[in-house]
């Protein structure tokens, strides 16, 4: 036991010195690794900043160079700009074609129905209703022009010409030409872009088949909403016209004066309303000795959901007028009404219905009544086709340049309309 332990200290003895240097390198190799550390460190700081400075630098050459092109290009329009040139694509205004045919049968042969005139296209037969030409454009920032001419196998007739200057002072754009008024929700469609195939029988007997228009000046001013409305507008025209319905076209003068108030509401975001109130004055014959006078009261509701719009649409208006006719003996009051309900199934197809009453404006007690159903079925946004029937019935014993009888009837009418161009058959 003893030799083992004498053997054991001496070999401790021998190999202490051999432990000792061994942990003396290591450290060593320690202190070394950690310079190199310090050093890779160092070495990779100083290349990121490098290639932090070159890219640097390149974002600012490629700014540079973008900064030279910008004001070259700025140079070079304000160049065109002062010379006043226009390229031809700017000058010339958009034209558009449209045609508007139908095929008519009525359960009457009479001429007041068959036969075409102010309160009537004609009936049995085929029929060209019009060829317009609209030609448009914007004359510059402020002021913009507008003409249709109307072609039938009888005429042909500018139905508007008119210039218009925008955003003038007192929030106010002014109107100048030829033109159909501001009046009542139908006054400004022109035949193509009726919701029915014809005007509601109250504005007829009222106006004729024609809108209240003529040369003459109109003013739209924008106001501050009024009556809890989120828009609301108003329009003064003076018209020099006539239609010698209500309103002679005889006369030295034949001035007619419209009002037209309108009030707009969103209800919700798929559906919003209008309230429009409208009048209009003017002589009532040839002489400019009396007056007359006609009001109109009303209302549109559409609803269009919003992503669905091309797939459905509800439209429903009514309007109602009041006359107040002058004549040598004492006054003539009249009244009358319509209301149409326009509903889209979906992408191709539209159906309607209308409903009207109307007293005559020069004799109250006689009067009529109208039904009126379509289907149109829209080809595409240029072409639709409809097919309209109709009843009417009629308790006249006179009409204003027509010999009678004047009987109640059915009526079927087949209508194709076509339009090229931007100006389609929209309301407007």
Known sequence: ????????????????????????????????????????????????????????????????????????????????????????????????????????????????????????????????????????????????????????????????????????????????????????????????????????????????NASVGGFGLGGNFLLPCLLFADASSFDATIIKGGNDHSFTSQGKYNLQYVGHFNNYYDINKDTYFELRFSGVAGKNDSTEKYMSYIGDLGFVVKWTPIGRSKYRTIDWKTEILFSNRETDNGNIFAKGFYTSLQNKLNARYWVSCRIGYSELPFDNKQHEWDITTTLDYWQSEFVFLRIQYQYSKRDFSDYLNHTGPYPSEHTLILQVNWAMGPHKHEAY
């Open 1 to 208: 036991m003893q030799k083992f332990t004498l053997i054991i200290l001496i070999l401790s003895i021998m190999f202490t010195p051999v432990f000792s240097q061994q942990e003396d390198e290591i450290e060593l190799l320690k202190k070394e690794l950690e310079k190199l550390k310090e050093k890779v460190v160092k070495i990779e700081e100083t290349t990121s900043k490098k290639e932090q400075e070159d890219e640097l630098q390149k974002l600012l050459e490629e700014a540079s160079r973008l900064k030279t092109v910008k004001k070259k290009k700025i140079s070079g329009l304000g160049k065109k700009f002062k010379s006043g040139t226009r390229q031809q694509s700017g000058v010339n205004p958009n034209i558009s074609l449209g045609g508007d045919f139908f095929a008519a049968m009525s359960s009457s042969k009479d001429n007041f129905i068959t036969e075409p005139s102010d309160v009537s296209y004609g009936n049995n037969r085929f029929e060209l209703k019009e060829i317009e030409l609209s030609v448009n454009s914007a004359l510059d920032p402020f002021t913009r022009g507008k003409t249709h001419i109307s072609f039938t196998e009888e005429a042909i007739c500018v139905e508007e010409a008119y210039l218009e200057w925008l955003n003038l002072p007192a929030r106010m754009n002014l109107k100048m030409g030829l033109f159909n008024a501001e009046y009542g929700i139908l006054n400004r469609y022109h035949d193509h872009a009726l919701p029915q195939f014809d005007r509601p029988k109250v504005l007829v007997n009222m106006f004729s």
